[in-house]
């Protein structure tokens, strides 16, 4: 199997090029480079970890087509579809390829003779976080969720990688920048391991027009810019806010979920967000909002079973 730095050392300066990144003995990944005629940072930039979120996958095609390798220092490595299979036959969040129909995105940092979805993660850890120096990993709200536009960055990392990380999302135009503890996915597992990176939602419910996907090569330009790749100021979004506290809600039993508030709504300590009823009526679980904030995303469908992530919000600072 061809490693990744080995397509890589092949690349030429002043090339845009595509590539498959055979990954794993019975997977392939579409890559593509381009590379300038300086040296300079080298940014990842990723899409279709969940296949069914399409503004990030719109966005990868659009941004690659539009750089001019003559004018940039460096290197950025589009990942157009890191879960083809996902994006092909529709599936929410899973890999169906996968024997277990993981999550791709929590699962890092996989496992090198685990199911597909983990050999996968492992894989991406052992070869691509080496070659780079920050990843911007794409998404939005599935097919099932309503979505606030947002990015996370990782708190439990070095300070440096976080700094670097903070720093680039203060200048996106996204109103929320949230703190986050995961360090299970593609970018926060990455963030663990020393390599700055974002995840970055955009869209909701399975949907994208182009409005949003402009919002997104946005956000691409701002990296490309603060990483010195492409030419250009970046400036700080004054309006962006920071969250330091956000609650994840899951369902605790199968059942009807009646929802009461959408992405982006300012909720009340108190306030009722969302009910699940069993086929009777009967009250299974109320969601209470615990302190002042905003609704980050949530779940659209009316039947969730058990564990299903119900919503979550985060207090505004
Ligand atoms: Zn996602």
Not at 62 to 83: H, T, V
Not at 121 to 141: S, V
Not at 205 to 217: A, P, S, T, W, Y
Request: hydrophobic content about 40%.
């Amino acid at each position: 199997m061809r490693k990744l730095q080995e397509i890589l050392e092949k690349i030429k300066p002043q090339t845009k090029s595509k590539w498959e990144w055979q990954i794993l003995p019975e997977l392939k990944m579409p890559v593509w480079v381009v590379k300038g005629n300086q040296s300079g940072k080298v940014l990842a930039i990723s899409a279709g970890v969940h296949g069914c979120e399409y503004v990030g996958i719109a966005a990868v095609k659009r941004a690659f087509e539009s750089l001019d390798a003559d004018k940039i220092s460096g290197m950025i490595l589009f990942f157009p579809l890191i879960n083809a299979a996902g994006f092909y036959q529709g599936k929410k969040q899973i890999m169906p390829l996968d024997e277990e129909r993981k999550n791709l995105n929590r699962i890092f940092p996989g496992k090198r003779d685990g199911t597909l979805a983990e050999r996968l993660a492992h894989r991406l850890e052992e070869q691509l976080y080496p070659e780079i120096d920050f990843l911007l990993d794409l998404h939005g709200g599935d097919i099932d969720e309503d979505m606030q536009d947002l990015l996370f960055f990782s708190e439990n990392v070095s300070k440096t990688v976080r700094d670097v990380a903070e720093n680039i999302a203060s200048c996106m135009p996204i109103p929320y920048r949230l703190c986050s503890q995961a360090e299970n996915g593609f970018y926060s597992r990455a963030a663990k391991m020393g390599t700055p990176a974002l995840l970055l939602e955009i869209g909701s419910g399975g949907k994208f027009c182009d409005e949003e996907v402009i919002r997104c090569l946005e956000c691409i330009e701002v990296a490309q810019r603060a990483l010195g790749i492409v030419q250009g100021e970046v400036s700080v979004n004054q309006e962006q806010k920071c969250s330091q506290r956000t609650e994840y809600v899951f369902a605790a039993s199968d059942g009807f979920w009646h929802r009461m508030a959408k992405a982006g709504d300012r909720v009340k300590k108190g306030d009722v967000l969302g009910e699940i009823k069993s086929l009777e009526d009967v009250l299974l679980q109320r969601v209470i909002a615990k302190f002042d904030g905003v609704v980050w995303y949530g779940q659209t469908g009316f039947g969730v079973s058990s564990q299903t992530h119900l919503l979550a919000y985060g207090a505004e600072e």
